[in-house]
């Protein structure tokens, strides 16, 4: 079975950074879709970034461009989300996700082409 855990999320003032990461276990990295996601109360869950398992390609939201850095260890087995510049927008849970290769959409991310979703990690941006 797939699995993956998100961490280090919590409460970060405005300006400020995190990191987060998602562990991902019963799962060979191969072409598949990396995707991070959040979600704030009452909206609709929205794509941040996502990376190519295999080519490396990345993709962000507009809203994060610039401030957000995806990223993975393949050694680890873990998918990365570097946090920069955080405005109280930013604040939500935030969800790894993996998708099918073409779940890698440039323009955007949907989350219905993600299949294994982690449990959320909350980011609060004060």
């Known amino acids: 079975d797939v699995q993956l855990v998100e961490s280090g999320g919590g409460s970060v003032q405005t300006g400020g950074s995190l990191r987060l990461s998602c562990q991902v276990s019963?799962?060979?990295?191969?072409?598949?879709?990396l995707g991070w996601f959040r979600q704030a109360p009452g909206k609709e869950r929205e794509g941040v970034a996502s990376i190519h398992a295999y080519t490396g390609m990345t993709a962000y939201a507009e809203s994060v461009k610039g401030r957000f850095t995806i990223s993975k260890d393949n050694a680890k087995n873990t998918l990365y989300l570097q946090m920069n510049s955080l405005k109280p927008e930013d604040t939500a849970m935030y969800y790894c996700a993996i998708g099918l290769p073409g779940a890698c959409n440039p323009r955007a991310l949907s989350a219905g082409t993600f299949n294994d979703w982690g449990q959320g990690t909350q980011v609060t941006v004060s």
């Open positions: 019963g799962y060979l990295y191969g072409g598949n879709c």
